[in-house]
């Protein structure tokens, strides 16, 4: 009697300890074309056509919802449209930027992210606790219970009901915590101008660019150059803030 007594309240302690663990925040991808309005800035040179805008926080947070908060707080994240209406290929480079760009690694590490590693531990440490526990013991307290002391039984039977499910919870969120870490880094990759990219003749291309909010100014110059030779420049001097 006193063994169901402890396991009733055992699996009450279940009941109230799962939704805890089992809470991963999700994280929703939504496609920059949805902020690509009210540039602050468009220009054109040679039939390439460049815009260029400071995200607001709101859009920051529609973008990136999960790690919003502390990006806005360490970057200046500014949105590069640039079309390319004439009959020659152009190279596009971080390079191109007179300021001093963040890079993919500073970014990703700075967006708040699900604990991967606690839930996978949490399921080690509830198999720890299971598996010096032989399986034959188990059958034996079920044989057993009638004979046996409660307070003998007692201990394995808590630490059973307790850890195997708390076990296979931690392994299941931790899981699906490296599935969502894996979509972040992904968009964050495919949203982020990290690398030199061509754009050919009739081809559009954009992306967002960090910037650390120690390094930023509103006023800077992107120089692109034809894409099979460093010659023939056109350089855009760019005001994200001259519309204010």
């Not at 602050?40 to 260029?52: F, K, M, P, S």
């Not at 963040?102 to 839930?119: C, E, F, G, L, P």
């Not at 960090?210 to 800077?220: E, G, H, I, R, T």
Request: proline share 4%.
């Amino acid at each position: 009697m006193k063994i169901a007594k402890m396991s009733f309240v055992s699996f009450l302690i279940i009941l109230v300890l799962l939704p805890s663990c089992m809470r991963v925040p999700t994280y929703h991808r939504h496609s920059l074309h949805n902020v690509n309005t009210k540039f602050d800035y468009r220009n054109a040179e040679r039939g390439v056509i460049l815009q260029a805008k400071q995200l607001t926080i709101p859009e920051i947070q529609y973008l990136f919802g999960l790690g919003s908060a502390k990006l806005s707080k360490t970057f200046a994240v500014l949105y590069i449209s640039i079309h390319n209406l004439s009959n020659i290929a152009y190279t596009f480079s971080p390079d191109n930027f007179d300021i001093e760009l963040a890079t993919y690694d500073d970014v990703i590490k700075s967006v708040k992210k699900t604990s991967t590693a606690s839930r996978l531990t949490g399921a080690a440490l509830s198999g720890i606790i299971v598996s010096p526990i032989p399986f034959d013991f188990w059958l034996f307290c079920i044989a057993s219970s009638h004979h046996l002391p409660s307070i003998v039984l007692a201990p394995f039977v808590v630490a059973g009901i307790i850890a195997i499910p708390l076990g296979i919870t931690f392994l299941a969120q931790g899981i699906k915590s490296a599935v969502m870490n894996s979509r972040i880094k992904k968009d964050f990759k495919e949203k982020t101008f990290h690398q030199k990219v061509d754009i050919n003749a009739g081809e559009k291309y954009e992306g967002l660019v960090f910037v650390k909010l120690s390094d930023y100014q509103p006023k800077f110059t992107i120089t692109m150059h034809e894409k099979y030779t460093m010659q023939n420049n056109i350089v855009f001097n760019v005001n994200v803030h001259q519309n204010e």
